[in-house]
């Protein structure tokens, strides 16, 4: 009897565990979560992420419920994942078809040809004055956009760079002009020029040429020592290269760095190219982010100007530096030249596709300036702040202090009932497309690529990390995947999946094949456990 006893006592506590374990996960014995968590612990229980830790939501959209949930109501860094807050904002207040006018203003009479005054272009905050532009208004993206340099994958979508400037000089043009007796000018007064967005490290304007990069193609020359190659995009007097970096062995890592800029007189820059480039790699496209927006608009705009045959004098960097803009010229008799961008819609695609860190920087300020520009208290992440209340979210599951994520933190639990209220919206649709699809394109275009779930997740991913000088490898302190996933059964559900503090190598490709893939892994859980 006392075997019998103990036997019992024992049954009993094994029992009472397992109800204790599940309940501590969010789920019950007999909910699916049970199937999933089992899973789910296989992934959490790798050796790499013994020091991490995880958070994990996955809501059913059609029953409004958690299905299961791990420390889905702790704070997570959210990285990129926050780019879904930031742009679904601008997406509810803005709306999707809001369009972006780039206007060009002459502030003196009309002499025959001759403008008796300034050419003034005056920038909307457009993000994509670039050759992004495609037919049927609308723009193209590649997986690794330019603006994450140095990776073999990284591309730059095709086309003129500068089409947009051209497209504006050729407009100008048009209107008969030949000669402009004042300077070339460049209106950046919408919003604050200069601090750098913190994932990239471009400069935020409201002028965005080329994503405020200049691209080169940097490839290995014919032999060990020998110079490399260089190819430049957009060309422009704007920055001058001068190219001291070599090839290097083979089998090395590319070590390309800019040894030195020096800003000229006029506001040019002179940058020195060094490092080394191996010899048995292909090419790697490497970007360089202009220091002065402002200037380097002015610059490429003027030289637009004089290839049209138009003559032209160009501000002084000085003059550009304090120019506050002459609104009371900024009539409908004085446009010389407009670009109307392609619907918001568009934009949204681009930067949550690719993770435009420059892009999202942004929003934020675009939304105040079309907003509430003339409203000194309020920024655009008050907007958003009385947005998300109104959409009756609580707002202690979320922190926020920049556009694209390098300062922010969700809860789980906050996330996929944001995206649940996202679901729900007139614009969700666009939103929905506009989001990496798993295994297929954008951010997760090389993320379980063979997964039954490929093509059926539609999810923001995060990537944040630090150098680790200590052990000389890269922590990273944030890794996420939030977005939505379509089961087998055509049910849909939001999903947000955090790990926090991963240690990796320095090996680029560890980022996703650790953390990218573990995440991807788990989604695809979701997919085939979900009921």
């Not at 007999?30 to 968590?37: E, M």
């Not at 292909?282 to 002015?298: D, K, M, N, Q, T």
Request: charged share 20%; aromatic share 8%.
């Amino acid at each position: 009897m006392r075997i019998q006893r103990a036997s019992l006592s024992i049954a009993l506590l094994c029992a009472l565990a397992t109800v204790a374990s599940s309940q501590s996960n969010g789920t019950r014995p007999t909910d699916p979560g049970s199937a999933i968590a089992s899973r789910v612990q296989l992934v959490m229980d790798r050796p790499e992420f013994k020091h991490a830790f995880f958070g994990i939501a996955m809501y059913s959209l059609a029953d409004a419920r958690m299905v299961w949930s791990y420390n889905a109501d702790k704070l997570f860094v959210s990285a990129s994942t926050t780019k879904l807050l930031t742009e679904g904002t601008a997406l509810q207040l803005l709306g999707a078809d809001h369009r972006f006018h780039t206007r060009v203003y002459r502030t003196g009479r009309m002499n025959g040809s001759t403008v008796e005054g300034d050419l003034v272009l005056v920038a909307s905050g457009d993000p994509n004055l670039s050759g992004r532009i495609q037919p049927g208004d609308q723009l193209a993206f590649q997986n690794v956009d330019h603006s994450y340099d140095a990776s073999p994958d990284t591309r730059a979508v095709p086309g003129d760079p500068l089409a947009v400037i051209r497209e504006l000089a050729s407009q100008v043009t048009a209107k008969g002009i030949k000669r402009v007796t004042g300077r070339i000018l460049v209106d950046v007064s919408l919003f604050k020029e200069g601090d750098r967005e913190l994932g990239t490290g471009v400069v935020i304007s409201p002028i965005v040429v080329n994503d405020n990069l200049v691209d080169l193609t940097i490839g290995a020359g014919p032999q060990a020592g020998a110079p490399t190659t260089v190819q430049v995009t957009p060309a422009t007097p704007y920055v001058k290269f001068v190219n001291k970096s070599t090839t290097g062995a083979a089998g090395a890592r590319p070590a390309i760095t800019w040894s030195s800029d020096v800003t000229d007189p006029d506001g040019a820059h002179t940058v020195t190219i060094s490092g080394t480039f191996p010899a048995d790699k292909a090419p790697i496209l490497f970007s360089y982010a202009v220091p002065e927006p402002s200037r380097f608009a002015e610059i490429v705009f003027a030289d637009a100007l004089r290839a049209q045959g138009i003559t032209v004098n160009l501000a002084t960097a000085a003059a550009q530096k304090e120019f506050k803009g002459t609104p009371t010229a900024y009539t409908d008799e004085n446009v010389v030249a407009e670009h109307l961008s392609p619907p918001l819609s568009e934009e949204v695609k681009v930067t949550l596709k690719v993770s435009q860190n420059l892009h999202a920087s942004m929003t934020p300020f675009i939304v105040k300036s079309v907003l509430a520009r003339n409203d000194s208290a309020k920024t655009g992440f008050d907007l958003e702040h009385d947005f998300l209340l109104k959409a009756g979210l609580d707002l202690g599951g979320a922190q926020q202090s920049d556009g694209a994520g390098g300062d922010a933190h969700f809860s789980p639990a906050f996330m996929v009932r944001y995206l649940e209220y996202m679901s729900k919206q007139s614009s969700f649709d666009g939103f929905l497309r506009a989001l990496p699809v798993l295994g297929r394109d954008g951010t997760l275009w090389n993320i379980q690529t063979s997964s039954p779930a490929a093509g059926h997740v539609f999810a923001k991913t995060g990537t944040l990390g630090s150098y680790d000088a200590l052990n000389r490898r890269l922590l990273l302190s944030g890794k996420g995947l939030a977005g939505y996933v379509t089961t087998p059964s055509g049910k849909r559900y939001a999903i947000a999946l955090y790990v926090n503090n991963v240690s990796v190598s320095l090996d680029p490709e560890d980022v996703a094949r650790v953390a990218g893939q573990a995440l991807g892994e788990i989604a695809t859980i979701a997919y085939q456990a979900l009921p």
